[in-house]
């Protein structure tokens, strides 16, 4: 690939969207960073401002953005990425036919960020996920348990630094009362 | 929630409620589980008063496994993904990496993806509605679709070699060519299909008993349903007409010519009907793919992404470096992030990759649509009697590879 074609790629990679364009206008202060990477929209946003804009991304008009479709985070160790994570969130308009990327940089000593799952209720199963995957807390999330592994786990299997051939010693079933908090409200 | 409500009202207080409160698991091993997932149901009498699905008996590391291997090797992780349509997590993943590269399959390669993976949404629909309607009594339906399946079976076979472990796409095209005479076979065997489709259309779709069982089980609304995250059939039950294929427009899906079947109520009935119909609709792309089918190659000729062919390797050094790194180094796509969205048989499958450029993939992410549907079974279920459980939870279609991943 000659240099030119590469330079005329990045150009377009920083071209703001309208949506971009929005959500710079609407919180100057949080938009820390986007890109346009093969046309996907991407805002990268400070942690304390993930409410406030998933809110206005649901509720604004010229967002309508209905469905969040995913969660996860990328563990940015090998790649000496600062932060160490990176939350991503992906969501999709069918009012407006667009999609867009939401991205918080997450310091390794404090993996905290608010749950978006009173906007969205998608957003609980995939944050239990995280949690699970990567030891990312969710705050205010209504029942931040394990979700894929089982509870006596140790560590967080997604992390670079857990290794992939690490074993862990097998669990005795438990009875059905100690399975199942049922003191939940229904 | 009538009968709940019912309950509730006549129930003297609170605690004398609570006290008649049983609580039931069913699976992991359950038949009526489809993979391994354990539903803690609390019921009240036969009423279901609470329920909470617990996932992970099948987890196996994908993404972990996938993030430790070459960006190539994790083709055939994809097909244990939704086992029942293999070829479509195929495509999707490689789809996803040729966005990170920024170039296309070949027309033909295009065409005959659309081919394979409409076969694979069949053969996914085929085997979640004989399953739901086996559970709830019509064994024929389920011998029958299951026969139609096979037929689609042997055609997988035919192009791929494996019937479920398909490991079929590469990046930039297709590990193989339309095999000789298999266009006729597609067209004798989607005549084939299309007999059983309108026999079993007879046999359940009008069908009083089945109605019973299905008809305003499980329901869920439009609101519910996007909040949730719903996609694919499931929503498109709800009278969402959210399809991917024409959405986002992948492939060559923008040149043929499909409708979206949609539901009204979100019921279990609607859903048989929405995929019913989805059956049909990808039987009629499937023809209009075979018929534009162009001539051309069916791997890109683009250097260092597929293996050069034998007759460079062996006759120049250009080709014999090219398969030198190719199998020394691998594939090196450019350093970036993309998320892929493919119409899966479930629904929305997207797949989300990070590269540093190094050739070794920092995340490889795969959004299971089934996941959502799982999340959602206490929404469905509560309100319900036990027995409406095995409809309701044979209508979401849950594939375990696909949502524990």
Redesign the interface.
Known sequence: MSESIKSD?MNADREAGKLTALLKQKFPNDVLDFHA??S?E?VVIERDSLDSVCRFLRDDSRCAF?????I?A???L??NMKPRFEM?Y?F?S?TH?S?I?LKVPLEEDDCRIASISPI???A???ER?CFD?FGIIFEGHPDLR?????EEFEGH??RKD?P?DKQQPLMELKE?EE??T?GRE? | MTALQARMATSKSGADFSASVMTIEIGPAHPAMHGIVRLTTQLDGELIVGMEPEIGYLHRGFEKESENSKWIQVIPYTDRLNYVSPLLCNIGYSMAVEKLYGIEAPRRAEFTRVIMGEISRITDHLTCLGAAAMEIGAFTFFLWFIKAREYLYELVEEMTGARLTTNWTRFGGNSMDLPDGFLSDLADRLSKLEGIMEECDKLLTRNKIFIDRVKDVGTISKEDALSYGFSGPMLRACGIPFDVRRADAYSVYDELDFEIPVGSTGDCFDRFLVRMEEIRQSTSIIKQAADKMPEGPFMTDERMLHYPDKKDVYGNIEGLIDHFKMVMEGHHPPAGEIYMPTEGGNGEMGFYLVSDGSGDPVRVRMRPPCFNFVQAMPLMTVGHYVADIVPIFGSVNMIGGELDR
Not at chain 1, 66 to 70: A, G, P, S, T, V
């Open positions: 790629e990477h093969r996907d991407t209905e469905i969040m479709l995913d996860t990328v563990d940015g090998e790649m991503v992906h999709k069918l036919a999609r990327r969205w209720k998608s609980d199963w995939y996920e995957m394990r979700i894929l592994m089982y299997p997604l857990y992939i059905i399975r199942h049922y229904l």
